[in-house]
């Protein structure tokens, strides 16, 4: 079960949000993806859900690419840690981040 969490669908989403928005970098890379103004083939902008696709392909390879660093100690709860950020991820909303993103970005401009 799902619970509202700081304004955001559920705490996953919140969690992500907070962590992209954290950092210059990952923050410039949400606002990029939110408000990429690539067109379809009718001219109409992408639709929130393949600019959520496009998000969560940023995610994952940050995500694999912290799976594959060289561990310096072999830790069997490593697996663990990374199915659980891995479940997290695929819990939260990106449709709402890159919709609060493109809201943010309008406001700044």
Known sequence: MC?????????????????????PSSQQALYDIANDAEELVDGSPAPIYMRADTLMG??????????????????????LFLDLINDGI???????IVSGAVDNYVEAT
Do not use: C, H
């Not at 940023?58 to 697996?79: A, Q, T, V, W």
């Open 58 to 79: 940023y995610i994952m390879d940050r995500f694999y690419m912290l799976e594959s660093m060289p561990k310096e100690i072999d830790d069997p709860f490593n697996g």
């Open 3 to 23: 619970e509202e969490y700081n304004g955001w669908r559920n705490r996953q989403t919140w969690l992500v949000n907070l962590w992209l928005n954290n950092e």
């Open 90 to 96: 695929w819990s939260a909303d990106l449709e709402a």
